[in-house]
């Protein structure tokens, strides 16, 4: 068995005081058959424990009034992991944050996911570029499988998204370079007739769904106005404060989501569907700047964190990216990618 995956996987630990058990609190959480069976062969009282606090499908638990999960305890600790271990805890909760994908036969991929602070700190907060692994053991339950999604065999997809991720680390290119690179890589070129009126109105149109709320048509010509009045101001400031985080986000992502192949579609539709991702995070970084008047680290991080639970949770908002990519056909580039000005400078 071979593991490939990001060396900061191996070094999370849950601390859920530091982050209030953020994930123990307002997610469902599934019961899977395997976790089930087993706390059916325990003695009646720790059987009855369990079950009790299923809902009506007997596949997910009922949270608390506050949304708290039902065993989370006074000290952000989890009942049935302190009485029973942690193999006795749901799929989901042994695994998570790490997303863990089945390639081939013994080979897997496993990277972490930011909606997890104390994962999104271990991540994005380091200064040198992240590197990668290979391990033999498989701790995580919750496995997807994409033997089937991949079209290359999973030690030569290893390899192209390997050179993609070097793409995307390469410090001698701003970020939009970076992003210009990756598109050539898999098949766009980039040209010079950026369209930046498109380019606000695709992302105000995501903003709204993403957030599923229901923006009428000035309204959407407002948000758009508003980003290309503070976009040339905030995102190259953007860039220089946050450099690292950006690319340690954009390594991250690219890896977490098993891209080039991490939505039906070809490689190219699949790097469009990253690259407006991250100008959807631009979008929201530049309306979050504006209205606090800056842009702290603090602000950055956890904007992102939000905005990675929406495309995690949000359906209509990774839809509304997937259908801007789709519909942009041969303007998608001058849509999403600007060569020249602000954006060449330094990431």
Known sequence: MRIFRPTYTGAFECDGKACNSRCCRDWRVSA????????????????????????????????????????????????????????????????????????????????????????????????????????????ARQIFDFTTKIPLPAEEFLERQSSAVKILQRRDLPINGRLAELCKFFGEEVGADFDEAAHAAALAEIFGQMYSVDLTADKKAQLAETYRFGRKEVLPQMRVKFATVLENYLVNEFVMRCYPCAFAGDELFNCRVFVTTYRAIEFAAVLTAISKARLTLADFMDMLCALNDKLDHSKGGMDAIKTCAANAGENFCSMMIERGGFYEGNS
């Open 32 to 139: 899977d058959e395997e976790i089930r069976d087993k706390y059916s062969r325990l003695p009646a009282v720790d059987r009855q424990n369990f079950f009790k606090h299923l809902d009506d499908s007997a596949q997910a638990f009922k949270l608390q009034p506050s949304g708290a999960c039902p065993f989370l305890d006074e000290n952000f600790l989890c009942k049935l992991q302190l009485k029973h271990g942690e193999d006795y805890l749901p799929a989901i909760c042994q695994s998570y944050p790490r997303v863990t994908y089945r390639l081939g036969a013994e080979i897997y991929l496993q990277a972490m996911t930011l909606t997890c602070p104390k994962a999104a700190m271990l991540i994005l907060l380091r200064g040198e570029p992240i590197t990668f692994e290979v391990v033999g053991e498989l701790k």
